[in-house]
C-alpha cells in the first residue's frame, strides 16, 4: 500500500479489525519512511459493474461516488458516518445481487431513494429533488404531499 503522504511503497499494517457491520476490514497503516499513520478498509468486491447514464455513456461502478452522494443528500442531518456506510454497504449489495454487469443510473438511483425514504425523510426529499430534477416550488409540494400520504 502506497503512503497517502510521501508516496513510498513501503508500509505496514499495525492492527486489522473487521468494522462494526463485518463488510470490511479496517487496518491501521504507518509508513517507514515518514512515520505518518493512517487507514484503509478493505471490501469484499463481488463484480466489476458498469453504471449506463441516461445518454448511454458507460462508466465504472464506484461505490465511492455512491457514498458521496448519500452523504451530501444527509448533510447536517442526525445520521452518523457509521450508519451510511451500513446503508451504502446495503446498495451496493443490493446492487450486486442483480447478477447484472452493467446496471443502469436510473436502478441505482432508485434504490439510493428506498435507502434513504427509510432512514431520513429530509435526505429522501433532497436526493429527490436532484434525481427527479425538480424544477419548480411546486415539484418539491407535490413530492411532500405524496410522502405525507405515504407515511400517515
Given at each position: 500500500m502506497r503512503c497517502p503522504f510521501c508516496g513510498a511503497d513501503d508500509t505496514?499494517?499495525?492492527d486489522s479489525r473487521p468494522t462494526e457491520d463485518n463488510?470490511?476490514?479496517?487496518?491501521?497503516?504507518f509508513c517507514v519512511k515518514c512515520d505518518a499513520r493512517f487507514t484503509t478498509f478493505e471490501r469484499v468486491q463481488l463484480r466489476d459493474m458498469l453504471v449506463v447514464?441516461?445518454?448511454g455513456d458507460k462508466q465504472t461502478f464506484d461505490r465511492d461516488k455512491l457514498?458521496?452522494?448519500m452523504k451530501v443528500a444527509l448533510r447536517k442531518r442526525p445520521v452518523d458516518d457509521e450508519r451510511i456506510e451500513q446503508v451504502t454497504?446495503?446498495?451496493v449489495r443490493?446492487?450486486?445481487s442483480l447478477g447484472e454487469s452493467e446496471i443502469s443510473s436510473t436502478t441505482i438511483g432508485e434504490h439510493v431513494m428506498e435507502a434513504l425514504r427509510t432512514l431520513d425523510h429530509v435526505a429522501y426529499v433532497r436526493y429527490a429533488s436532484v434525481y427527479k430534477d425538480?424544477?419548480?416550488p411546486g415539484d418539491f409540494e407535490e413530492f411532500v404531499d405524496t410522502l405525507k400520504k405515504e407515511t400517515a
Open positions: 505496514q499494517v499495525k463488510a470490511a476490514i479496517r487496518r491501521r497503516r447514464k441516461s445518454d457514498l458521496r452522494s454497504n446495503s446498495v443490493q446492487l450486486e425538480f424544477r419548480s
